[in-house]
């Protein structure tokens, strides 16, 4: 079961060399992915959703991935911590696995700039749909 799902069009300038999507481009479509992930657990409230720093990122380019077709970015897991996140990603082209991700965010206030315990709100809304 995916926890959130994005279609997005390669534009032609995402390109490199070879014809491929580049490498920060997947980068870029993977923080995409996850915002909109994040956005879906913090509801309605903003400050929820933006209080989030990334921690690390680790992307494994599994095959090519090309211009002149959609790409389907699921959020398949995310493993939660105290303050932690754990967010895995696939990416697919034409039925065809391309890439795979993980991010590890965590959860912050941004006046103190120290970790907090994610909200229960997000923890229950975690824990609901998936």
């Not at 959020?75 to 932690?84: P, Q």
């Not at 391309?98 to 923890?123: C, E, L, N, W, Y």
Request: charged letters at 20%; proline letters at 2%; one cysteine or more.
């Amino acid at each position: 079961m995916h926890k959130y799902a994005v279609t997005l069009t390669p534009r032609f300038y995402e390109t490199d060399a070879m014809g491929h999507i580049n490498n920060a481009t997947i980068a870029a479509w993977f923080e995409v992915a996850r915002v909109g992930f994040l956005d879906q657990l913090a509801g309605k409230d903003v400050a929820l959703a933006r209080s989030w720093i990334l921690a690390s990122v680790q992307i494994d380019f599994k095959g090519e991935t090309f211009f002149g077709s959609d790409v389907d970015i699921h959020i398949t897991e995310a493993s939660i911590g105290n303050s932690s996140l754990a967010v895995h990603c696939e990416m697919r082209q034409d039925g065809r696995l391309t890439v795979q991700g993980k991010a590890v965010v965590v959860f912050i206030d941004f006046d103190s700039k120290q970790p907090q315990r994610i909200p229960d709100s997000m923890r229950e809304k975690l824990a609901s749909i998936g």
